[in-house]
């Protein structure tokens, strides 16, 4: 109940990850009180190492001739390090590597059939879908659709009896997952609610990539543009033998879908940019002039090291920009820590800044960042965008409020009109908050205040 107080939430696609913080932790505690704000911090590069790691010997093991590029592919492309940097702990880094794992898996299997290879694609999709039930669902259902376009392979097809313990193992975990969470996921939240769609409209993750944009370059160099024209030169060499079709024809399929699933929600760049990872030792396998591929891929990767450059060394525009980010954050996290308290005392904020703000105070929130905070995330915008006094008092009576946070007024009425769906008037909560905290009414106490924002304790709110 940290958000969407004081309902609540039931979140679906994080449990496996908090598991392996909790694990993390124990092993952390030896050398730190903070042993679980440390572990959130470690895990997600610590996966990409294991996951780098795993990449290396699979390639290895392989025999591919070009598995450098890969590896640096994997480890450079800023859309992978995005998914798995140091102190975000998000679910999507235990994704790359677990997609990963099952995607070499099939390619190992179709190249020669290994148990141990089926019961790891078994257990990593199974694992996957513990996770979410939306990239790997939708992955899995896409590697049955392009191993059943491809040649048949009766032996060591996705259905065929050999591979009965991958799939045995498949089932298990997901009824592990089930017995451990004893429920079943659900979206009807996202569609339930009258502002779902709004509010996703407004994530950047949710945002579609343009086709003629340079961050594909950027995600996974230009040779990104070069798949088609490698294919159609070494065509002969491709699909000579049914194995070689087969593999082709799954992960070629997988790029294409990957990339067009990116054009539509940006979140999917990560599975491209690791499909294209894993799917560039065999396109440049036919080139034996290693020195050619070497300049081709070194060259490359101009826009990816464009990329790095402007991150590491910004200019003074960008440099500025970041310092007073980071000033403001400062400036939040002193705020919020006049809330901490022994005591409940729950708050309302704008729903992109209450999960830092959570964390800071250890007090709960309306507002959230997770689809099943909808609820508090409407409330919160309902709050800030109206005129009237009364309606922004029941809102606080019925979410037990005991503090309100005010914040950047153009900002929460930019975002309050895009989930609303109207455009906020210029004597709103939010401005007046913001701006003439002064003329609030009696029952919003100013508690606290900095150039980053004011907190106002609600008095006689239950």
Wanted: aromatic residues 16%; contains cysteine; hydrophobic residues 50%.
């Amino acid at each position: 109940d940290f958000e969407n107080f004081p309902r609540g939430t039931t979140p679906h696609t994080t449990a496996p990850f908090d598991y392996l913080i909790v694990l993390l932790s124990v092993f952390l505690a030896t050398f730190t009180t903070y042993a679980v704000d440390l572990a959130g911090a470690l895990v997600s590069p610590l996966l990409a190492l294991a996951g780098g790691w795993f990449l290396w010997c699979w390639a290895r093991g392989m025999n591919f001739r070009y598995v450098w590029p890969t590896l640096i592919l994997f480890a450079a492309s800023p859309i992978l390090v995005h998914g798995t940097e140091l102190g975000r702990p998000d679910h999507q880094s235990l994704l790359i590597v677990l997609l990963m794992v099952a995607l070499c898996a099939e390619w190992s299997l179709l190249a020669n059939f290994s148990k141990g290879w089926s019961v790891a694609a078994g257990c990593a999709w199974g694992m996957a879908l513990w996770v979410s039930l939306y990239e790997p669902f939708i992955l899995l259902a896409l590697v049955v659709l392009f191993s059943w376009l491809g040649p048949s392979a009766p032996e060591t097809g996705l259905f065929s009896r050999r591979r009965g313990a991958g799939w045995l193992c498949f089932f298990f975990v997901l009824l592990l997952a089930l017995l451990v969470e004893r429920r079943l996921p659900s979206f009807s939240g996202l569609w339930a609610e009258p502002y779902g769609k709004n509010w996703m409209r407004s994530l950047g993750e949710l945002q579609g990539v343009p086709f003629l944009s340079i961050t594909w370059f950027r995600w996974a160099g230009c040779l990104v543009a070069a798949i088609p024209l490698l294919i159609w030169v070494r065509r002969a060499r491709y699909f000579a033998g049914a194995a070689n079709r087969r593999r082709l024809v799954l992960f070629l399929g997988l790029l294409g879908a990957t990339f067009l699933l990116t054009l539509w929600q940006a979140r999917w760049g990560y599975f491209f940019a690791l499909a294209f990872a894993v799917t560039l030792p065999p396109l440049l396998a036919p080139f034996s002039r290693r020195w050619l591929v070497w300049t081709v891929f070194v060259f490359s990767l101009w826009p990816m090291a464009r990329e790095w450059d402007e991150r590491l060394w910004p200019n003074e525009l960008e440099q500025g920009r970041r310092t007073a980010e980071w000033r403001e954050r400062i400036d939040l996290r002193e705020l919020a820590v006049t809330l901490r308290s022994t005591e409940r005392h729950p708050f309302l904020a704008p729903w992109w800044l209450s999960p830092a703000l959570v964390y800071w105070s250890g007090q709960p929130a309306v507002a959230g960042s997770s689809h099943e905070s909808l609820g508090g995330i409407s409330d919160s915008a309902r709050f800030y965008a109206t005129e009237d006094w009364q309606k922004a008092r029941e809102i606080m009576e019925n979410r037990q409020l005991d503090f309100v946070f005010a914040y950047d007024a153009d900002r929460v009425a930019a975002t309050s009109a895009q989930i609303l769906g109207h455009p906020i008037a210029e004597h709103a909560v939010c401005y007046i908050l913001d701006r003439a905290p002064a003329v609030s009414p009696s029952f919003l106490v100013l508690a606290a205040q900095n150039p980053a924002g004011k907190i106002f304790r609600v008095a006689n709110n239950r």
